[in-house]
């Protein structure tokens, strides 16, 4: 059985899908690596721990012959496949739902290049797949650096400070979209010492606000969604419930100084959350970072991959969050690699064999044709 594990080619990608860590991992399951030179190095790890851990450092064409496993960060690109066994997993994060090159037109060239695409990412929310998420580890990581990065921008303060010099009072931040980028947010924002405040539509999420010592603030006139929802993801509200929220969001978010935004719904552009007035009505200053800004943006005027003012606000849009915590972000996602294909190792075939609930849940492409339901045309 060999791994291969190629450079990510994407823009602004510093995130490696293995680490020497899982290399010796694959290593023990019996499982040959072979790793393109430099794939590490843009998060920290060198060629040279690579090869230590087991691996074979090699050019991008001597890595691919006769793989039998692709592992990336995003889908390698699909014309440069040429030398993997037929029928070779590519496992990855494969943004199946985007149109164009980079999701659905790479699915198809995926099905035409006779290759198993496995989208991590539709990895099902159940508890014995937890540690395969990639989801969930890279958008914990996100919650928190988009905390960091609004601290950056911030001309001000986090924590309350007194000083001979007088009182500095605490940042308030408002965290909109409780998953868990929101989670780790809020946490993350009470431990720079701000006064922290959160809604989602989801009502269980107001539980897990309070649980982090920050304030829910919830639509009540209009019904959210009750308890986890399908998959515990959130859907589309009624125009009565946007309505309503969109009341509350502007009495609320004129007395924030930071508003961190996580929302999205699965399979549709982000809801839109903050309006140019609300904007206008914060002080100058302030600070709002997007975290949906390439699924289309929570917030109005917010661009992908740039830090914008309006009205004296300064509205943060960085593309690709995780990865700007490259090293972490590599090693929780090589590790939810792992734990996938280990979790599936069937020690006599010297392979992964797949369970229909999990397999049927991220395979995308069999056999020369795409198969995933979400995907039929
Ligand atoms: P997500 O990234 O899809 O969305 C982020 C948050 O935005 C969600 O909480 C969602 O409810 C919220 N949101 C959507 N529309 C909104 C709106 N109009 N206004 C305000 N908020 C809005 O969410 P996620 O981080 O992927 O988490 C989704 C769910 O999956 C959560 O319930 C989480 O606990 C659960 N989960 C389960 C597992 C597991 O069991 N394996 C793992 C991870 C997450």
Known sequence: MRIAV?????????????????????????ATLA????????????????????????????VLAGADIVLGVQGPDPAALGGVSPGAWI??????????EQGRGRVDAYAAAGVEALAMEWMPRITRAQSMDILSSQSNLSGYKAVLDAAAEYGR???????????????????????????????????????????DVRSATREQIQSLGAKPIFVESVAG????GAGGYAGE???EYRKAQAELVSSHIAK????????????????????????????????????????????????????VTRHGVKIVGHRNVPSRLAAD??????????????????????RPVLDAEIGDAIRLTKNGAVVHPRLAT
Request: charged letters at 20%; aromatic letters at 6%; glycine letters at 12%.
């Open 237 to 239: 509200m009624s125009e």
């Open 157 to 199: 303060a986090f924590p309350m400070m007194m000083t001979a010099a007088g009182t500095i009072p605490a940042a308030r931040v408002f965290v909109m979209g409780v998953g868990v980028a929101g989670l780790q947010a809020i946490a993350t924002a009470r431990r720079l010492g701000a006064q922290v405040s959160a809604t």
């Open 225 to 228: 969604i009750e308890g986890e």
């Open 91 to 100: 496992v990855a994060g494969l943004n199946p739902l985007a149109a164009g």
């Open 6 to 30: 190629l450079r990510e080619r994407a823009d602004a990608e510093r995130r490696v899908a293995a680490t020497p860590e899982t290399v010796r991992k694959f290593g023990a399951l019996g």
């Open 256 to 307: 924030q100084d930071i508003v961190i935004t996580t929302a999205l719904i699965p399979g549709r552009a982000a809801p839109r959350l903050v309006s140019d007035a609300q904007i206008a009505s914060m002080r100058p200053g302030s600070v709002l970072v997007d975290l949906a800004v390439e699924q289309g943006g929570n917030v109005e005027g917010a661009v992908p991959g740039e830090v």
């Open 35 to 62: 790793i393109e030179a430099g794939a590490g190095e843009a998060a920290g790890f060198a060629d040279a721990d690579y090869a230590a851990a087991g691996a074979t450092v090699a050019d991008r064409d001597a």
């Open 329 to 350: 972000a590599s090693a929780l996602f090589a590790r939810n690699l792992y734990n996938f294909l280990s979790a599936f190792w069937d020690k006599e075939a010297g």
